[in-house]
């Protein structure tokens, strides 16, 4: 069974401050992982994903993150945070049986301080 | 191009009742997957349709169930509704040849079971 874990419910940071948001994976295979934003009272919004190839993905509003398999992480990081960055977070990964759905994580809420 | 809309944004019910929530996928998607998130929970897979059947479907009872439309807008129908179904409801739409799982969600559905 894949899943993926958020060990912070809350990560604080201050404006222009870098910025990281944990998450860890477990499938048997090659993941598909993926981080999603979600804004109060709206659905989710793509940030990026990692297939293959670079473990450094580049992805939307200046966020990347970093594959490391001998981790099995999936931290999603920024070199300056923004006061609008502050929201929920999701990492997930897909499910490998073919449904093409996701599994996702508990979430981890960013509050980026002034 | 048009997103994913849901309709409705808010609704009430009570105990027992039957709901029937709406989506209406993005342009040039064919496969509609639902989301059930609980308050302070990640989105949970329900099920999946593609050209109109079920393809795939979570840890979900029978009184949920779906309906794709050939022009690939879907409904997701929960009888006998209980407490705990008081959730955000998400549609996603995506390609289903495309095997990089990335999804598009709408805003939800806001159910709430009295």
């Known amino acids: 069974a894949q899943s993926v874990a958020q060990p912070e419910d809350q990560v604080n940071v201050a404006e222009g401050n870098p910025l990281t948001v944990k998450c860890t994976y477990s499938?048997?295979?090659?993941?598909?992982l993926f981080w999603y934003v979600q804004y109060p009272n709206r659905g989710l919004q793509f940030l990026l994903k990692y297939i293959t190839g670079d473990n450094l993905v580049k992805g939307s509003y200046g966020f990347e993150a970093e594959f490391n398999k001998s981790q099995t992480s999936f931290h999603l990081k920024k070199p300056s945070a923004l006061v609008s960055d502050s929201a929920l977070y999701f990492c997930a990964v897909r499910d490998q049986t073919g449904a093409n759905n996701l599994f996702f994580g508990t979430g981890t809420r960013l509050t980026v301080i002034p | 191009e048009t997103g994913v809309t849901q309709s409705p944004t808010h609704l009430i019910k009570t105990r027992g009742q039957q709901v029937t929530l709406r989506c209406s996928s993005q342009s040039g998607h064919n496969t509609v997957s639902w989301y059930q998130q609980a308050l302070g929970q990640g989105p949970q897979f329900i099920f999946q349709y593609y050209r109109e059947e079920e393809n795939g479907r979570g840890n979900f009872p029978p009184r949920f169930s779906g309906l794709q439309f050939p022009n690939y807008s879907s409904e997701l129908n929960v009888n006998a509704l209980e407490l705990d179904d008081s959730a955000l409801y998400l549609c996603?739409?995506?390609?289903?040849?495309?095997?990089?799982?990335?999804?598009?969600f709408g805003e939800g559905s806001r159910l709430t079971v009295l």
């Open positions: 499938v048997s295979g090659n993941p598909y």
């Open positions: 996603a739409s995506s390609s289903f040849s495309g095997a990089t799982g990335e999804l598009f």
